[in-house]
């Protein structure tokens, strides 16, 4: 029997929700931190990293697939005992709440720098959790929907960012390999954050709707990741002069701060409040993930109160302890070792012990 | 009953929750379109604004002032003084600077504010004016529209003819930190008039190092390959006789295509340049009879022949600066990368001693509507 037939999502909205969650957190400062690593080839770390997803997604999916009605707590539960999956419910829960704690953060830090600079962390964070509430308070179904709407508005982004390229010097991108490849594999290596977040096909899977669409899926998703990764990476790369794009923390802002319309000044005003709707993606899905974990320990079947939950701990959270900017970085180096654990290592595990235990 | 909480819940964030305790309305606002920088004679730092007055009791229709600070901050501090109202530099046109400021090392700096603070426009031109400040700022001539206007038109549409060079704020800043590349501004002189008098080229620490007239210009941006389509260049031909006082040996044209094809190499130490500049042009203007008919291709060898004469009279100029306007520095990196990067920190030097040749091919393409 379908456990979780209500909810199911289309391949569409699988893609939406897994690309959404990549795309966001790091995407503005990324070209910045490559080129701090691998200068102006840091791009060719970005083909590294995403063979490397593509690659441990498919173990997931792949490790998923030999319970496809569950998901990987009701895996676990299935292979290894309750406890297991009680344990793996309260780190899951733990890690999709630490991830989009990270994003909604540095998202808050995003709007006060760039747009409301004297209205307080308190405030904003509230203005962002009440649509966070509408949204994740319904079913997975309704998260999917929302992230092909903002997949479909966004789709005018990509454009904008052909206009800088008329002041584009491509020789910068020469020569290839400058130095060789190990600043390339240290840049593969901050790219690492970016394309993490693919563990919430864990929970997303059995909500699929086709369960053999899920390999095409991951690859789609990632595959869309990276292009837009390498996509803006490559703009900010040829718009700014090697040495200069370390200089800035969001070099994907001020690309655009140089685009001169007669009728609108700081366009970059537009993009920063449109890539909310982007960024909400890598708080919204994680939080309903997050929430879901916590009401299938306890056994409940409604993930209401967990997220109400979470809203309140986020809220009065903000009036005690607001991260800075550096913090928030230092959050994101521990958010991507710790993703490393739950989205490769573990993952390439379970597979094993699941062969092993097959023969 | 849960309802009605959540409407109690929505209207009480409502009130508590607005986005706008940070606006500013417009009549306390004050929107300087120029800023204005130089040095006095004890290098202090002088400060200028022209902010567009729109009251009506005022006869003037802008206003100009200029404060002596530290910082550019400390200077907004400073004029806010004199006004009702707050600064916003949020609409900065133009960016002036004198050349005595210039002649200082890293004068860039003094500028952090318009990259650092989120709110600072980075597309204002920047412009040199040889001379004190005060002489442009306080000029106010009542038969042209008021300065930032004047002076930000000029740029634009000169620079739409490569006569003069269109680097905003973002430029000079991209340029900071490139050191295969030196920084050109547009200039303009005061005769009488405002005149746009052309480039003025900056070495690596962003001094000043030289001028270059609006011909010059465009042989720059030729070299560049950023010359505009249909730019426009007049040359004397030796061998054609002059009557009287009018110079009948010249003859002008304009540029249908221009394309510079820069071959990088490094041998023996030193780095080799092959610049190939090929034209294809048609003439506008022909003081001298002459038979095209039969004789273009001499005509053609004749004006590659001069251009060459000019632009190597112009890389002369830059080698002498050891500068880069050119940005054959960035050419070195893409081609020659192991060579430049020792040589990197020094790329001026490093220029200065190399090979450049240059090759001109001229094509006519036209010659207008009479033989």
């Not at chain 1, 309903?288 to 109160?305: E, I, Q, T, Y």
């Not at chain 2, 009130?15 to 004679?41: H, K, T, V």
């Not at chain 2, 989120?118 to 009542?142: F, H, W």
């Not at chain 2, 005769?191 to 720059?220: P, R, V």
């Amino acid at each position: 029997m379908k456990k979780y037939a209500y909810n199911e999502i289309t391949l569409m909205q699988f893609i939406c929700i897994l690309s959404g969650v990549q795309l966001s957190v790091g995407l503005l400062a990324l070209p910045q931190r490559l080129a701090q690593r691998a200068g102006t080839d840091g791009w060719i770390g970005l083909l590294l990293i995403w063979v490397f997803t593509v690659i441990a997604n498919l173990i997931i999916v792949r490790v998923m697939s030999s319970y496809p009605q569950g998901t990987m707590m009701d895996l676990l539960t299935h292979y290894c005992g309750r406890w297991v999956g009680k344990i793996a419910a309260v780190l899951l829960a733990l890690y999709f709440f630490l991830y989009g704690y990270v994003g909604i953060t540095r998202t808050i830090l995003y709007v006060k720098q760039w747009l409301l600079p004297q209205t307080s962390t308190f405030q904003i964070m509230l203005l962002l959790l009440i649509p966070t509430y509408t949204v994740a308070r319904n079913g997975l179904r309704i998260v999917g929907r929302y992230a092909e709407l903002v997949f479909f508005i966004s789709l005018w982004i990509p454009f904008a960012y052909l206009l800088p390229l008329q002041d584009a010097q491509w020789l910068y991108l020469l020569p290839v390999l400058k130095e060789g490849w190990l600043p390339i594999l240290s840049a593969a290596e901050i790219a690492f954050l970016s394309f993490s977040g693919i563990g919430i096909t864990m929970v997303l899977y059995p909500f699929l709707l086709h369960k053999r669409q899920a390999f095409a899926g991951v690859a789609i998703s990632n595959t869309v990741s990276m292009l837009v990764f390498l996509m803006i990476s490559l703009i900010c790369f040829v718009y700014f002069s090697p040495s200069e794009i370390k200089e800035y923390n969001e070099p994907v802002v001020n690309v655009l701060k140089n685009i001169e319309f007669k009728f609108i000044e700081r366009i970059e005003v537009v993009f920063i409040s449109f890539y909310l709707f982007m960024f909400s993606l890598s708080w919204i899905p994680t939080f309903h993930a997050s929430a879901f974990c916590v009401s299938w320990m306890l056994g409940k079947p409604d993930h209401r109160n967990p997220l109400r939950v979470i809203w309140l701990i986020l809220a009065a959270g903000t009036l005690l302890f607001m991260p800075s900017f550096t913090q928030n970085d230092m959050m994101g180096r521990w958010l991507s070792k710790i993703a490393f654990g739950f989205e490769d290592a573990i993952p390439v595990c379970l597979l094993i012990y699941l062969w092993t235990k097959k023969e | 009953m849960s309802k009605c909480w959540l409407h109690v819940f929505i209207a009480i964030s409502v009130l508590l929750i607005s986005g706008c305790n940070d606006r500013l309305d417009l009549e306390d606002a004050a929107f300087p379109l120029l800023g204005g920088y130089d040095l006095d004679e004890k290098n202090n730092l002088l400060t200028y604004v022209t902010v567009p007055e729109f009251s009506k009791s005022a006869r003037k229709k802008t206003q100009e002032l200029g404060v002596r600070a530290k910082t550019l901050q400390q200077a907004r501090q400073q004029s806010d003084a004199y006004w009702p109202a707050v600064f916003q530099g949020r609409k900065m046109l133009v960016i002036l600077v004198s050349k005595r400021l210039l002649a200082h090392v890293d004068w860039f700096r003094i500028l952090d504010v318009f990259s650092r603070d989120a709110k600072n426009p980075l597309t204002c031109r920047m412009i040199m004016y040889d001379g004190p400040l005060s002489e442009v700022i306080y000029l106010n001539q009542q038969d042209q529209p008021f300065l930032p206007l004047l002076l930000r038109g000029m740029v634009d549409t000169k620079s739409g003819r490569s006569e003069t060079v269109k680097t905003t704020f973002q430029d000079m800043h991209r340029l900071r930190f490139e050191k295969g590349k030196t920084p050109s501004i547009a200039e303009i002189r005061l005769e009488n008039e405002i005149k746009l008098n052309g480039t003025a080229l900056l070495d690596h620490q962003g001094k000043y190092a030289d001028s270059l007239d609006a011909q010059e210009t465009i042989l720059l941006q030729i070299l560049q390959n950023q010359a505009k389509h249909a730019v426009s260049l007049t040359l004397a031909i030796p061998g054609q006789a002059k009557r009287g006082p009018l110079n009948t040996d010249k003859l002008s044209f304009s540029t249908n295509k221009a394309k510079t094809h820069i071959k990088t190499a490094f041998h023996d130490g030193h780095f080799q340049f092959d610049l190939a500049v090929h034209l294809s042009i048609a003439l506008t203007e022909r003081l001298f009879p002459y038979d095209m008919h039969h004789k273009s291709t001499v005509l053609e060898k004749a004006i590659a022949e001069q251009l060459k004469k000019q632009f190597e009279g112009l890389i002369g100029k830059i080698q002498s600066h050891q500068i880069d306007p050119i940005g054959l520095g960035i050419h070195a990196q893409a081609f020659t990368y192991k060579p430049y990067k020792k040589v990197e920190d020094q790329w001026g030097r490093a220029l200065s001693e190399a090979n450049i040749h240059l090759s001109v091919t001229v094509t006519i393409e036209g010659v207008g509507t009479i033989k």
